[in-house]
Each structure stands twice: as C-alpha cells, then as structure tokens.
C-alpha cells in the first residue's frame, strides 16, 4: 500500500530581497523536522515547522564546517527561544535571528517566513 503526501493547498514562501519566493508546500514540513530547499541564487535554506505550527527558516550552511547540514538538525528551545544544532559540531542557532547561541560572533541569515 503507497500512502499519498496530503496537500494543503498553502505555500511556503521566504521574503528575498523586496519579493516573496515560494519554497515548498506547507505539508512538507513535519513539527520538529528541518528540510533543505535551493533558492534561485545557488544558496540553500532550512526550513523549519514547530509544534506549535510556527515556520523558521535560515541558511543550511554550518558557518563552522562549510557543509550544507543545519536543516539535519536537532531542534529545541533556549529560554523560550527556539534552535537548531548543527549535527556536526552540535553549535545551536536561533531560528528566529540567525544568531549562534554558542558564540556571539557567528550568525547565520534568517528569513521572513510565510504561508500563502
């Protein structure tokens, strides 16, 4: 038996530059799971979904090892703020900003973030 992706009908959509570019369907985002989308300039985003239905979304390049795996890894909060770490070095970065919690001098890019 083959079970159908079930669609919502809503798109992912990131602010680049003064436009919104849609990304994915809203239903390929599982709670608590990162997916990797190529935007058109080469770069590659992570996009995540918390329980609570929120949408984040950053760049998937470990600024500490160069490699495109951020969308791989473990999400959680710290002091009501929600991360990702890296699944490599275990480095957290703030979903909502970009900013490395585990040092203050790197930060990733973030997105605005929306359905359509």
């Known amino acids: 038996m083959t079970l159908a992706l079930e669609t919502t009908g809503l798109k992912i959509q990131l602010r680049l ?7 994915c369907d809203l ?12 935007l058109p300039d080469g770069r590659q985003v992570a996009l995540f979904r918390d329980r609570a239905g929120e949408l984040y979304a950053i760049d998937n ?12 890894g473990l999400t959680g909060t710290h002091q009501g703020r929600p991360y990702v770490a890296s699944p490599l070095l275990k480095q957290r970065f703030d979903l909502v900003t970009g900013q490395c919690l585990d040092d203050e001098t ?3 890019a973030a997105y605005d973030v929306r359905t359509a």
């Not at 239903?27 to 190529?38: D, E, F, I, K, Y």
């Open 17 to 23: 530059d003064d436009a919104w570019f849609t990304v």
């Open 27 to 38: 239903s390929r985002l599982l709670p608590g799971r990162g997916v990797a989308a190529l």
């Open 61 to 72: 390049r470990d600024p500490f090892t160069g490699a495109a795996v951020l969308s791989r």
């Open 106 to 108: 790197v930060r990733v």
